[in-house]
């Protein structure tokens, strides 16, 4: 038997289900549903996504199988419409639409009226005028509405078919609708018409005709009279727009495979522009914006879809508690139409109930009768996500497990920080783009100084946003007085990137575009000048810069939430830890569920968090020369680092902590300001000029991949010593206070076991010494960042002497694809752009290269060390996918930034119940 | 049956045999089989390299089973000499000496005269004087010599074993030898004499007194008076001194691993000493330094081993033919002791007759006997080494598979550039050490600038050496008139180390220790300061920087190196390609044997071989803004890059030339000098400002993994483009000339196949249109480097794209290892010092990681496309384990620096020999 491509879907009757998604595309599976369900679906027919493939395989042609199966499917929808496709007295017209087996809005092509022709035009006339024959009020009224439909038939026909999917890629302006419309512009001031409602079906009979002729002109083909040709033209139309620009951006975005197809669904027309008894609107089964359980839309009377979305007329709510400020005054269609309303009504419950979420529903009336065009899974704020999860667990609809899979991690951000509105937001355009380093939104004025940001903020209270080229450890006060940072340089990474995500601070870095000039205090963008004072605002979360303040949802308070992770953890099979370096990061972590830090980066306390003399010393450190220098000035940093580590463990009191060796290029802390070094100079007992020299010295070329990491410490193994016996007596002072830290000392940078080997006798001997001073045990276990190919590829050895490996994704990225991830912006957009990438492997794993070595690592390493302890700590940490691919590799902990731990926990529970384990 | 760990020899009789050199070390082998062939070998026995690791492995302790089989060997050694070990009468004295699977000359100890004791010294006196009794002289002449032996057993036994064995570590210039030597020189002082052998018997037994007693104060143990206890001793302190840390120095330079061991030799003692019917002496049975076919060797009258090596007294030469300028005046053995010469002739054919290869012999004469201590395969210089194996060749000693082994590839280098005379060079301490970019030696006067340098070499026609703190393009005239090149900066892919090795020119870079100041024209290091025009000795194969004048010895036409070279291709299966990228290296690659390029570089041409102007051109590129800008600019350049790829595909006419697109990070070739800034600026019509602010954009935290190679060619597909159509264009035209042009077009840094997808149909159209302009087929085939982790891993992925692999494994080992090769030099030397790394990754392929990379893809890459040519092109392709690696892993070729080739053909052949595939 051959395969089947056409599926029939009509009154009470399908081919499809809902469950055929895949095969039919969310909408059309909908469609079968619904029309199974008995709710008013106007009959027609999907061809299949897998169709799509096979279209693009043979080149853009159809076949002939399908042209008898989509004859047939035809035959069976004009029997059930009682018309005819191309009947010139009875004429069926229909759309024809695109629809994935995820929701893409607005990506595809869609293309409306299609059967409108010569031949149809005057049967659908009289067709409208039925019993009225001779009424020159009723000719006028459907004369303008068939060629009001023709007309734009027309314009979507010779731009989705004739010119996009032809890959035509017309001049600025210069695109067949523009032209088009240029045309019906210049008609209705010609008329002084203004609005399009005074067109005439004279005038749009006229303009039809002026169409055709720009159609032949421009794009050297007539447009087609024959509804066959329109209605393969638009099939294939839909298929291409899968290929489309808009579509494969958006899908690069949303991680959706290229090879799934678009299925395209014939559906027959209704009119809800049949005048003022027929309408058109969407709703949604609940508050898509709070979750509210009332139903929420809007509809227009005398319109067809595409008005609504269109935003010419400004949509009427469809009940009261669909009105806002804009909308109150117009007319609800529970009050114009009470009857359909209350039909409506009756369909969103039949679909929650069947369905057991949100949906999203378009309608139109077409003279009094409901016709149900669509429905699916409403898209919904984190906020409504939460609501409706928990309203419907309580309702009985859904199951625990159901619920907690109904909140995407992601939206979780909302929820813990201020966003920009994201209903406004798409109708702005960002000035530059950056990394997104600090989640959520910021908007303030421009400062370009820390000392500015520090002023504006306390002494005039202003919300400023903090812009530099990078920052340093001199401009922390600037930056905690800030709302938002942003730099054109750095990393994801640099200094501001780690500063700003430990404080949940919304941040972009390496914004490459803007040009900072702090002399001036000017920001050039793109020929554009700011200055000091101008309102820039952040999406931090998405890395986009705006001109002037765009509006921000703040962070609510939610009580639910704490409810809502509960009940996720119920399901959790994997803890979650935090990277975080002080005391307050570390409680906010406590606070949002840590179990445990799997990452506190001594170099942190030098971010100048830990004020400024720790950071001198370390200054200091950097710049001696001989060893007898560097001794001394490691026991002067020593209580430095002893008490920071003491404060952390103290917070985490019970709970795992990761105390990782120092690991940057020292260099990255020398000063460049002439005063600090006059200074470090005098601090160090040499001159001016041996402090550069110094300084010179230690530039590299490539400093990630440079002295750093373990390789300090193999040159300095005193350095390595101090910091261990800082954790160990931090330890063992704490123990002696009655409390139960649980320290993890961590090797960073390995490539090699012996590096574990040099530095494991310094920590051995450390520790009995320790024990010995305080005379008591200290349990520290010992292990090593897996963060260097080589470590991974040599697992089994590197298990041989670690006792924990811990994933150090952000470098193991860098050095597995040879990215830089500071310099990255370089190139990253045109990757993505040219779909060399399909998505940016510093936000998830690569599963196929970074993550393959991961596999390696686990597998080699678990088999010299079976109860080896696997984590990871590098930013990926928090990311929702990179959780799954963790669990999926059976580690035993993830660790992210504090105000990411509520998205590990929830991605790290739907991995679980995905799985099948809870 | 316990394990037997001692083995003896003795005349004409013996345990072991020369094939047992992993069990008894080279020496203790040697003596074994010398016994076996009737050599006059003093009897003695050989405690086994396994028993040096079990005696590890017991913390340094004897066992009985070992005392027991010592004992049974030692009383056969008396019987066989006619003498007991420790007899007051008639006492045996012996030697014990280390002896490794592999020589390590001078690395490990020997202590002498074990034996000699209060209870001894008498009745070796009274030996001495047998039948002098009451003779004075003969008493004066016995006591000397008896208390001499003490006196040096006492220093070389409280040195070796009391102190180094024990780890006692003396201040500088306070160990126990030298505190000995001081009284030693306190005492001639005091009685007036100049040299030792004015000692007195009375002066040399009141030294041994005072000996004993600063043995006892400084190391707080008497000096043993107990034969046993001193043997038992020094056994150990053989032992031990296989961890010592000469010998850990010298193994992991040489690559010998830990666990190998060292046997100990316990010999007889015989005495060259013995008055003037005695001598010591080594002797060569070939010419060590030209491999000429005569007995080679110097002889001390009247003296111990020791002597000779010591160079206190400037010894005698063996015959006429070993005479040189030093010792021409002195006295031969065969004038002296003719009878013994001929004996030690005799030996000499026994042992080349049997060893069939050149042998390093030991001998001494004790009252007119000959005895030989003993014979092992002698160093040689490259030259001898290729001249002993021709002619042992044709005297049918060695077939034709030993004759192309017994040269080290890596010897071929002397033959190739002029070298730092090795004798000479280990006399000096460097200065400095830096990566050994370009082998050979080099001495001249330094300059520090490019200018100076052509001036002083081309005008005053001084031979200079160019220091820089790093060269750019602008050096190129001042390097090719150096003879040598240092600069305190860079690493082994730095400007100067790429251009160097093209040119085979010495050059040291990355000497981090320089300061170059080339304002003042000043080099410091140390506290020293070298103006212009001081002398420096670079050894380039090493990277070592001396003070002064170090002699040269000159690379000597070898007329038979081309006939040892074609015996070596008689034997080699996998062919050798060059580097090269300008028709003057190109040539040289092919007069060395180069069988196709396999590594042209276009940026080759912007390193100012190719003139100023491609550079300047490169220059606009790199700093146009718009792609208006670029696409005119990279017009421009096009002309230059076709007649650069043309000059090499016609000297490489009917041989494979793989050329790379575009690869480093474009900011390497902005200028930093003012006036070509302003010059720039002006050509591309921009003020300077402007150039400045796009200079600055360029600048990467990380270049080595930014903006680069293919990445550059997607950023700008223009630029792409344009490389490919000169290729093609160059192909063609040579092809209409009627030659033959292999080309092959390589990809580089790719970490995904889309990369190679993405130029692929560009690299297909223009192909098409290049053809359809000439009239003919090019062809060329499509490949791409593997450098990147990821590729490597993928490489099924890769293959499916790429036609062929070329292994690029100096990026490979920076990112698999995370080492920035341009600034390893930061923590490399800690590194090896300390044992963490055994060998320098960058140059010899590290098996367990880079290897293991390369081997996932060999077998990926294969299993796609089995046909899958498969190279290497990073430096590592003219190292000799490298070579092996690549021939292991059935690589299609290697490809290496012109001056390389002959080294990678010879290890080739060896590869192919050693695996028995020749």
């Given at each position: 038997m051959?395969?089947?491509?056409?599926?029939?879907?009509?009154?009470?009757?399908a081919?499809?289900?809902?469950?055929?998604?895949?095969?039919l595309?969310?909408?059309g599976?909908?469609l079968?549903e619904m029309?199974r369900l008995?709710?008013?679906?106007?009959?027609g027919f999907?061809i299949?996504?897998e169709y799509?493939?096979?279209?693009?395989?043979e080149?853009g042609k159809?076949?002939?199988g399908?042209?008898?199966?989509v004859?047939?499917?035809?035959a069976?929808?004009e029997?059930?419409?009682?018309?005819?496709?191309g009947?010139?007295?009875?004429?069926l017209l229909?759309?024809?639409r695109s629809?994935?087996?995820?929701s893409?809005p607005?990506?595809m092509?869609t293309v409306?009226?299609v059967g409108?022709?010569?031949r149809?035009?005057p049967g659908?006339?009289a067709?409208?005028?039925k019993?009225?024959?001779g009424?020159?009020?009723a000719k006028?009224?459907?004369?303008?509405?068939?060629y009001d439909?023709?007309?734009?038939?027309?314009m979507m026909?010779s731009?989705?078919v004739?010119?996009?999917?032809?890959?035509?890629?017309?001049?600025e302006g210069q695109?067949?609708?523009q032209?088009?419309?240029?045309?019906?512009d210049?008609?209705?001031?010609?008329?002084?018409?203004k609005?399009?409602v005074?067109?005439?079906?004279?005038?749009?009979?006229?303009?039809?005709?002026k169409?055709?002729e720009?159609v032949?002109q421009?794009l050297?083909?007539?447009?087609?009279?024959?509804?066959q040709?329109?209605?393969?033209g638009a099939?294939?139309?839909?298929f291409?727009?899968?290929?489309?620009?808009?579509a494969?951006?958006?899908r690069?975005?949303?991680?959706?495979?290229?090879?799934?197809?678009?299925?395209?669904?014939?559906?027959?027309?209704?009119?809800?522009?049949?005048?003022e008894?027929?309408?058109t609107?969407?709703?949604f089964?609940?508050n898509?914006?709070t979750?509210?359980?009332t139903?929420?839309g809007?509809?227009?009377?005398n319109a067809?879809?595409?008005?609504v979305?269109?935003?010419?007329?400004?949509?009427c709510?469809?009940?009261?508690?669909?009105k806002?400020?804009?909308?109150?005054?117009?007319?609800t269609?529970?009050q114009?139409?009470?009857?359909l309303?209350?039909?409506l009504?009756?369909?969103?419950?039949?679909l929650?109930?069947h369905?057991?979420?949100?949906?999203?529903?378009?309608?139109?009336i077409?003279e009094?009768?409901?016709?149900?065009?669509?429905?699916?899974?409403?898209?919904?704020t984190?906020?409504?996500a939460?609501?409706i999860a928990?309203?419907m667990l309580?309702e009985?609809?859904?199951?625990?497990?159901?619920?907690v899979?109904r909140v995407?991690?992601?939206q979780?951000?909302?929820l813990?920080?201020?966003?920009?509105d994201?209903?406004?937001?798409?109708?702005?355009?960002?000035?530059?783009?950056g990394?997104?380093?600090?989640?959520?939104g910021?908007?303030?004025k421009?400062v370009?100084?820390?000392?500015?940001?520090?002023?504006?903020?306390r002494?005039k209270?202003?919300r400023?946003?903090?812009?530099?080229?990078?920052?340093?450890?001199?401009?922390?006060?600037?930056?905690?007085?800030?709302?938002?940072?942003?730099t054109?340089?750095g990393g994801?990474?640099?200094?501001?990137a780690?500063?700003?995500?430990?404080?949940?601070?919304?941040?972009?870095?390496?914004?490459?575009a803007l040009?900072?000039d702090?002399?001036?205090?000017e920001l050039?963008?793109?020929?554009k000048?700011?200055?000091?004072?101008?309102v820039?605002?952040?999406?931090?979360t998405?890395?986009?810069?705006?001109?002037?303040?765009l509006?921000?949802?703040e962070?609510g308070?939610?009580?639910r939430?704490?409810e809502?992770?509960?009940?996720?953890?119920k399901?959790r099979?994997?803890?979650?830890?935090?990277?975080?370096?002080?005391p307050?990061?570390v409680?906010?972590?406590r606070?949002?569920?840590?179990?445990?830090?799997g990452?506190?980066r001594i170099?942190?306390?030098?971010?100048?968090?830990?004020?400024?003399?720790?950071?001198?010393?370390?200054r200091?450190?950097?710049?001696a020369?001989?060893d007898e220098?560097?001794?001394?000035?490691?026991d002067?940093?020593?209580?430095?680092v002893?008490?920071?580590?003491y404060?952390?463990?103290?917070?985490m009191?019970?709970l795992?902590?990761?105390v990782?060796?120092?690991?940057?290029?020292?260099?990255?802390?020398?000063?460049?300001?002439?005063?600090?070094?006059?200074?470090?100079?005098k601090?160090?007992g040499?001159?001016?000029?041996?402090?550069d020299?110094?300084a010179?010295?230690?530039?590299?070329?490539?400093?990630?991949?440079?002295?750093?990491?373990?390789r300090?410490?193999?040159?300095?193994p005193?350095l390595?010593?101090?910091?261990?016996?800082a954790?160990?007596r931090a330890?063992a002072r704490?123990?002696?206070e009655g409390k139960?830290?649980?320290?993890?000392?961590?090797?960073?940078v390995?490539c090699?076991?012996?590096?574990?080997?040099?530095?494991?006798?310094i920590?051995d001997?450390v520790?009995?010494e320790?024990e010995k001073?305080?005379?008591?045990?200290?349990?520290?276990?010992?292990g090593?960042?897996?963060e260097?190919?080589?470590?991974?590829?040599l697992?089994?050895?590197?298990a041989?002497?670690a006792?924990?490996?811990?994933?150090?994704t952000?470098?193991?990225?860098?050095?597995?694809?040879?990215?830089?991830?500071?310099?990255?912006?370089?190139?990253?957009?045109?990757?993505?752009?040219?779909?060399?990438?399909d998505?940016?492997?510093?936000?998830?794993?690569d599963?196929e290269?970074?993550?393959?070595l991961?596999?390696?690592a686990v597998?080699r390493?678990?088999?010299?060390?079976?109860?080896?302890?696997?984590?990871?700590?590098?930013?990926h940490?928090?990311d929702?996918?990179?959780?799954?691919?963790?669990?999926?590799?059976?580690?035993?902990?993830?660790s992210c930034?504090?105000?990411?731990?509520?998205?590990?926990r929830?991605a790290?529970?739907?991995?679980?119940?995905?799985?099948?384990d809870?």
């Amino acid at each position: 038997m051959a395969q089947k491509y056409v599926y029939w879907f009509g009154p009470n009757e399908a081919d499809g289900n809902a469950e055929m998604r895949d095969l039919l595309g969310g909408k059309g599976a909908n469609l079968a549903e619904m029309a199974r369900l008995g709710l008013p679906v106007p009959a027609g027919f999907t061809i299949t996504t897998e169709y799509c493939n096979r279209f693009f395989k043979e080149g853009g042609k159809f076949d002939e199988g399908l042209r008898a199966e989509v004859a047939a499917a035809l035959a069976k929808t004009e029997a059930s419409m009682g018309a005819k496709f191309g009947d010139p007295d009875n004429p069926l017209l229909v759309s024809c639409r695109s629809g994935a087996r995820r929701s893409m809005p607005g990506m595809m092509e869609t293309v409306l009226n299609v059967g409108l022709c010569s031949r149809t035009i005057p049967g659908l006339i009289a067709q409208f005028m039925k019993g009225q024959a001779g009424n020159p009020a009723a000719k006028q009224l459907a004369g303008r509405f068939v060629y009001d439909s023709y007309r734009r038939l027309i314009m979507m026909y010779s731009d989705v078919v004739m010119e996009k999917a032809e890959g035509i890629e017309p001049a600025e302006g210069q695109g067949i609708r523009q032209q088009l419309e240029r045309l019906m512009d210049e008609l209705k001031e010609r008329k002084g018409y203004k609005s399009d409602v005074e067109l005439t079906a004279e005038d749009l009979q006229w303009l039809c005709e002026k169409f055709k002729e720009k159609v032949q002109q421009v794009l050297g083909r007539p447009f087609p009279d024959d509804p066959q040709q329109q209605l393969w033209g638009a099939i294939a139309a839909v298929f291409k727009s899968w290929n489309g620009k808009r579509a494969v951006a958006y899908r690069r975005i949303e991680g959706i495979p290229d090879d799934w197809g678009t299925a395209c669904n014939v559906q027959s027309m209704v009119f809800g522009n049949k005048g003022e008894s027929s309408s058109t609107g969407v709703g949604f089964t609940r508050n898509p914006a709070t979750g509210e359980n009332t139903f929420y839309g809007e509809w227009l009377p005398n319109a067809q879809g595409e008005d609504v979305v269109a935003g010419i007329r400004t949509p009427c709510p469809l009940n009261d508690a669909s009105k806002n400020e804009q909308n109150k005054h117009l007319p609800t269609l529970e009050q114009s139409m009470p009857e359909l309303y209350r039909q409506l009504v009756g369909v969103r419950d039949t679909l929650e109930r069947h369905y057991k979420d949100m949906q999203d529903i378009e309608f139109t009336i077409e003279e009094k009768k409901l016709y149900i065009l669509q429905c699916r899974a409403g898209k919904r704020t984190g906020t409504a996500a939460l609501n409706i999860a928990m309203d419907m667990l309580a309702e009985g609809l859904i199951d625990e497990r159901t619920a907690v899979r109904r909140v995407d991690p992601a939206q979780l951000d909302e929820l813990l920080h201020p966003i920009v509105d994201p209903a406004q937001e798409k109708n702005y355009r960002p000035i530059a783009e950056g990394l997104p380093a600090g989640p959520g939104g910021a908007c303030g004025k421009i400062v370009f100084t820390s000392d500015d940001a520090v002023r504006w903020a306390r002494e005039k209270g202003e919300r400023v946003i903090l812009v530099r080229e990078e920052t340093s450890p001199e401009d922390v006060d600037g930056m905690r007085a800030a709302a938002g940072i942003l730099t054109s340089r750095g990393g994801m990474t640099c200094h501001a990137a780690l500063v700003a995500r430990g404080w949940g601070k919304c941040c972009i870095v390496g914004a490459a575009a803007l040009e900072v000039d702090p002399i001036a205090k000017e920001l050039r963008v793109d020929g554009k000048v700011f200055r000091e004072g101008d309102v820039l605002t952040l999406n931090g979360t998405r890395g986009r810069v705006y001109q002037g303040a765009l509006p921000l949802i703040e962070a609510g308070e939610n009580p639910r939430f704490r409810e809502f992770m509960a009940l996720a953890d119920k399901f959790r099979r994997m803890p979650v830890r935090a990277n975080a370096d002080d005391p307050p990061a570390v409680k906010t972590a406590r606070s949002f569920g840590a179990e445990g830090i799997g990452l506190f980066r001594i170099e942190h306390m030098f971010y100048g968090a830990g004020g400024e003399q720790p950071l001198f010393i370390l200054r200091k450190l950097i710049l001696a020369k001989t060893d007898e220098e560097r001794t001394k000035v490691i026991d002067e940093l020593a209580p430095h680092v002893e008490s920071d580590i003491y404060a952390t463990l103290e917070v985490m009191d019970g709970l795992p902590v990761t105390v990782r060796l120092l690991d940057p290029p020292l260099h990255e802390f020398v000063p460049n300001d002439p005063t600090e070094r006059v200074e470090l100079a005098k601090g160090l007992g040499i001159t001016l000029e041996e402090l550069d020299r110094r300084a010179k010295a230690l530039h590299e070329l490539n400093p990630m991949m440079g002295h750093r990491g373990v390789r300090l410490g193999i040159s300095y193994p005193y350095l390595t010593e101090m910091q261990i016996r800082a954790l160990l007596r931090a330890a063992a002072r704490l123990k002696e206070e009655g409390k139960n830290p649980k320290p993890e000392l961590m090797v960073p940078v390995t490539c090699t076991v012996k590096e574990l080997d040099f530095v494991r006798p310094i920590f051995d001997r450390v520790k009995q010494e320790v024990e010995k001073e305080f005379g008591l045990a200290v349990d520290c276990s010992y292990g090593t960042m897996i963060e260097i190919p080589r470590a991974a590829l040599l697992a089994d050895q590197m298990a041989k002497s670690a006792e924990f490996f811990s994933f150090g994704t952000n470098d193991l990225t860098q050095m597995c694809y040879g990215f830089s991830r500071d310099d990255i912006g370089g190139f990253l957009p045109t990757y993505m752009d040219k779909r060399i990438l399909d998505f940016d492997p510093f936000q998830t794993i690569d599963p196929e290269g970074v993550g393959q070595l991961m596999a390696i690592a686990v597998e080699r390493g678990r088999k010299v060390r079976p109860e080896l302890k696997i984590g990871i700590c590098g930013e990926h940490g928090g990311d929702p996918a990179t959780v799954a691919f963790c669990y999926k590799l059976k580690f035993s902990y993830v660790s992210c930034s504090p105000y990411r731990i509520p998205l590990a926990r929830l991605a790290a529970a739907h991995a679980a119940i995905a799985a099948g384990d809870a």
